[in-house]
């Protein structure tokens, strides 16, 4: 499946008419990620969304106190690095290739731009990312209540 088709099958991009898909579509790149591969880290600056085509990333937190947590994993038709679509200055966890792979990656700055100059196609990208986004949270909530319960099981015994 070629990048153009892909994209046209995103949820992100449902509702959408056609002419503005054809004008975001163009500001996509495509990238070929390798496995073991750090596509960002957290702190680093939130320049670019991604939309996994193929393979697997792990989206990683690392606390003040504690080594990374994985609190989410991304495969093919997923959504992450959304810092850059929300104009954040950097990316709150880290993105780390576990299964070769190929995303389709657009600047931040393009997609606000569209936003501002397209209000009806920006409601309806933020619109699709809010749902991306809350289902990342409720999934990332229960995945770090699950690693407490596992943390904590040892002590709950002695």
């Given at each position: 499946m070629?990048?153009?088709?892909f994209l046209e099958t995103m949820?992100?991009?449902?509702?959408?008419?056609?002419?503005?898909?054809?004008?975001?579509?163009?500001?996509?790149?495509?990238?070929?990620?390798?496995?073991?591969?750090?596509?960002?880290?957290?702190?680093?600056?939130?320049?670019?969304?991604?939309?996994?085509?193929?393979?697997?990333?792990?989206i990683r937190f690392k606390?003040?106190?504690?080594?990374?947590?994985?609190?989410s994993v991304i495969e093919s038709g997923g959504i992450?690095?959304?810092s850059a679509a929300l104009g954040r200055r950097s990316y709150t966890s880290g993105a780390f290739c576990?299964?070769?792979g190929?995303?389709?990656?657009?600047?931040?700055?393009?997609?606000?731009?569209i936003y501002e100059?397209?209000?009806?196609?920006g409601v309806i990208?933020?619109?699709?990312?809010?749902?991306v986004i809350a289902l990342r949270l409720t999934s990332t909530h229960a995945h770090v209540l699950e690693l407490l319960r596992q943390g904590v099981s040892p002590l709950a015994g002695g």
């Open positions: 070629d990048a153009t088709t949820p992100f991009f449902q509702g959408l008419p056609a002419a503005d898909r054809a004008r975001i579509l163009k500001r996509f790149q495509v990238e070929d990620h390798a496995a073991g591969e750090v596509i960002f880290q957290q702190g680093d600056a939130a320049d670019r969304l991604y939309l996994l085509a193929s393979g697997r990333v792990e606390p003040d106190d504690g080594e990374p947590l994985t609190v992450f690095g959304w576990t299964e070769a190929r995303s389709l990656s657009i600047r931040g700055l393009d997609l606000r731009r100059e397209h209000p009806a196609t990208l933020l619109e699709s990312l809010a749902e």
